[in-house]
């Protein structure tokens, strides 16, 4: 929405994080 609580740049980034997060996890339990 526009509350403009949470901006869009932050929920970008924080999505582009948690994906990487579950990449990373997915690449070592697979090494694992």
């Given at each position: 929405?526009?509350?403009?609580s949470?901006?869009?740049?932050?929920?970008?980034?924080l999505?582009?994080?948690?994906?990487?997060l579950v990449g990373?996890?997915?690449?070592l339990s697979?090494?694992?």
């Amino acid at each position: 929405g526009k509350g403009g609580s949470f901006p869009p740049f932050l929920a970008a980034w924080l999505g582009n994080f948690i994906f990487a997060l579950v990449g990373v996890y997915l690449l070592l339990s697979v090494r694992h």
